[in-house]
């Protein structure tokens, strides 16, 4: 198997949320700003670690050498809704922070709307202007982008969670996943027609508008994040990473900004667990590349263990579009470890800044932010 680049193994440990009585967070998204030289962390608040017990979302906005407060973002959602699953998008043309989340009806849970086969989910987003001093009012996308008789097949949807990406074209892309009902029955459907698929939401006007791509229906997947990357023959081609409903990970690739993702497999050196568990995947500039290697690498994190939510771990691919060049993951958090995310800086050295979330066991539910300096030598 290969082995991980040498990287610096030491790394900075920061708690960002920790439960505090009830009250737990969840669900962690990352983005990096480089205007100000900073991360932006998100989370869910809840009340218990139940997905119905979701009360909103927060944001802490640091610098590098100082996590500053954290701030509920009170615009982000709709009266007898529930926000969940964070999903930032940065826009680097016109330095805007897009969040994406989604709006769940009170008291409608995913398996009530899986068993009725009636979506009770609204998409949404707010977005800053100002690194995240300030936030707009909610802006509502369902039907602009969910007002076809397609949309009406599914039983639900969400975004990420996780971070969105913009690509070298300047789109904006959220990773996002829908349960598509395949068939029903005079109006009725069952749980076993109901099959879930990966997709995104794109932006090519700067966030003015948005439209919706292709379901990837020759895969069933659930939570997903997607990353850029350049080939060997400087080709830019965007690579999604999916929560699968087999042992493996499943990843796709497209060569069209997203629309379609018609290379798709199940990647055995990444398993998946026997209850799944969301993973971020990013893109990692190598410190120097030798001609004819890819100019991007993949960087990827998720528990490690086969069994249960354990060992949060970094893998790395130098060789994106071959899915036998994934390292052996080098363990970031031992212990009891859950969703993530991942976010990579580049301060001119030869040195990639990781900064990553893990949402831990729900009983003692704490997030954290783990920095580390890995040399990603090709």
């Known amino acids: 198997a290969p082995s991980l680049p040498p990287m610096q193994r030491g790394s900075v440990k920061w708690h960002l949320f920790s439960r505090k009585g009830d009250v737990t967070y969840r669900i962690p998204a990352l983005i990096y700003r480089p205007a ?42 709709l009266p007898n809704h529930r926000t969940m699953n964070p999903c930032p998008v940065y826009d680097k043309k016109n330095d805007v922070i897009f969040l994406f989340f989604i709006c769940v009806r009170d008291g409608i ?27 707009s009012s909610m802006t509502d996308l369902t039907e602009q982008v969910m007002g076809d008789d397609e949309a009406q097949k599914w039983a639900t949807f969400a975004v990420g969670p996780g971070h969105g990406v913009q690509l070298s074209s300047g789109r904006l892309v959220i990773p996002a996943y829908a349960y598509y009902i395949h068939k029903s029955w005079f109006g009725y459907s069952f749980p076993w027609w109901i099959k879930p698929h990966c997709f995104s939401f794109y932006s090519d006007d700067g966030g003015q508008t948005w439209a919706r791509s292709e379901l990837l229906k020759a895969l069933k997947t659930t939570e997903c994040q997607m990353a850029e990357v350049t080939c060997k023959d400087n080709r830019q081609a965007l690579y999604c990473n999916a929560r699968s409903l087999h042992k493996f990970r499943a990843e796709a690739y ?20 026997p209850s799944g568990c969301q993973g971020s995947v990013t893109d990692a500039s190598p410190s120097s590349a030798s001609p004819g290697c890819p100019k991007s690498w993949l960087m990827f994190s998720h ?66 932010c783990f920095a580390s300096s890995p040399t990603m030598s090709s």
């Open 36 to 77: 100000e030289t900073t991360f932006l962390a998100f989370v869910e608040e809840r009340s218990s670690p139940r997905d119905e017990h979701a009360k909103g979302l927060m944001v802490l906005a640091p610098s590098l050498h100082q996590w500053g407060p954290f701030i509920h973002l009170k615009t982000a959602g």
């Open 109 to 135: 849970s995913e398996q009530h709307q899986l068993r009725t086969g009636r979506n009770a989910v609204r998409l949404g987003y707010i977005s800053s202007d100002d690194g995240s001093r300030s936030w």
């Open 254 to 273: 497209s060569t069209d900004d997203g629309h379609r993702f018609p290379d798709h497999a199940l990647c055995k050196r990444l398993c998946e667990l």
């Open 303 to 368: 528990p490690t263990s086969k069994k249960k939510r354990m060992d949060l771990g970094i893998y790395l691919n130098p060789s994106p579009m071959e899915q036998s060049r994934w390292t052996s993951p080098w363990v970031l958090n031992k212990g009891p470890s859950g969703y993530s995310d991942l976010a990579v800086c580049e301060d001119g050295e030869p040195l990639a800044l990781v900064a990553c979330l893990s949402a831990e066991r729900p009983r003692h539910t704490r997030t954290s």
